[in-house]
């Protein structure tokens, strides 16, 4: 749970225009003390992104996702979330590790692609601290407001009330571009009811014809630009989705076990994305470039020791298997990923043993030129 700063609304006052503003400039400095990169801040109104959101729930693209509709309202009207509110005050934090080795994990189909975002420690820790930190700061320069912060964790419309602050435009994958930045980047907020002074919105859009997002796309995820069906996402297949994944899908995952970045590895603004300096987003080594037999021999322990502080836990065991089931399915045939395979055809769990079939099924051809009992 979030932890909110508040201090009581009676003691309130009436800053004038010249304190808020002044408020809003340290505000902005203090962040970018804190290791965010851009500030941005805005009213409640979630405009045009209101019917946007119900018409992509309505289309039931969110999938299994039920939290997406469940607090109705709440999450595209922040003072129905948190009463009083009345300011959003958006933060980006850029998160690209320096040695990420993207494109050559992706064509290694021996190796596990995992979303870049995730190699090293769990950003919402992280990012929530830091939130906390700078409400401390407001709150002792102003007091008498509410704060509460938010990171990925509550229903918020974050992406939308970020392009109403000006920290960057809806790019046609649906994530929001900043020409500085790219993609690579994570989001947090600030609902408070500090009457702050409001950034413009960034309005361009700087897509123009490209559709790069849109063509690379593994599973062909996008109904149109700017709208995204998750269940079809390999992101929401491998992180969000619990059970049996559709076996269409399967062969185009490749060796994708925990999300995908290739509309952001394709998006020509990503050119400009800068390599973080924080040491909580480093890279642990044994999700750099990780052999795929070697992580499905893990045990529950050890993938619970090594995910430890990890978003990779939110996926759970299972489907950690189940992920990587389907990437040896798609490896190249070899005794050593035949022979993990039928050893985990005895599985207890029928999502990872029906899983692991369907990857020995993709090497029968090859089962009688391969030699099980060889360790080549």
């Known amino acids: ?209 490209c559709t790069e997002c849109l063509d690379k796309c593994p599973t062909n995820a996008f109904v149109s630009p700017y709208v995204l069906d998750a269940r079809r996402c390999i992101s929401y297949l491998t992180i969000e989705l619990k059970g049996t994944i559709p076996e269409e899908l399967r062969s185009l995952m490749g060796n994708r076990i925990f999300g995908c970045d290739d509309c952001q590895l394709v998006c020509p603004w990503n050119r400009f994305s800068k390599s973080s300096n924080e040491s909580d987003f480093s890279p642990r080594h044994q999700f750099t470039t990780p052999d795929l037999v070697d992580l499905f021999n893990w045990d529950e322990e050890t993938f619970l020791k090594l995910t430890e502080g990890s978003a990779i836990r939110r996926a759970g065991y299972e489907s950690w298997l189940r992920n990587i089931a389907i990437a040896l399915g798609n490896a190249p045939s070899s005794a050593v990923v035949i022979k993990t395979l039928k050893e985990k055809q005895d599985h207890p769990s029928d999502i990872v043993k029906e899983h692991v079939e369907w990857a020995l099924a993709q090497h029968e051809d090859k089962l009688p030129l391969i030699d099980i009992t060889s360790k080549a």
């Open 1 to 209: 749970m979030n932890k909110p700063i508040a201090t009581s609304a009676s003691d309130k006052k009436s800053p004038s225009s010249s304190d808020l503003q002044a408020l809003a400039t340290h505000i902005k400095a203090w962040a970018r003390e804190l290791g965010f990169q851009q500030v941005g801040i805005t009213d409640v109104d979630p405009g045009k992104h209101e019917q946007r959101f119900i018409q992509w729930l309505e289309n039931q693209y969110q999938g299994d996702m039920d939290y997406m509709g469940k607090h109705g309202s709440k999450r595209y009207h922040p003072d129905q979330l948190v009463e009083e509110t009345s300011r959003v005050i958006s933060l980006r934090m850029d998160y690209l590790p320096e040695d990420s080795r993207m494109i050559e994990v992706l064509k290694d189909k021996n190796k596990g692609y995992i979303s870049r975002y995730t190699l090293g420690r769990d950003y919402h820790k992280l990012i929530r601290k830091r939130l906390n930190l700078l409400t401390q700061k407001i709150n002792e320069t102003m007091s008498g407001f509410n704060f509460r912060a938010f990171v990925d964790s509550a229903p918020v419309l974050e992406r939308a009330f970020a392009q109403k602050s000006g920290l960057g435009w809806f790019g046609k994958s649906s994530m929001i571009i900043n020409r500085q930045a790219g993609t690579y980047f994570f989001l947090g907020e600030i609902f408070t009811n500090i009457p702050l002074p409001i950034d413009p919105p960034y309005e361009k859009d700087h897509c123009g014809q």
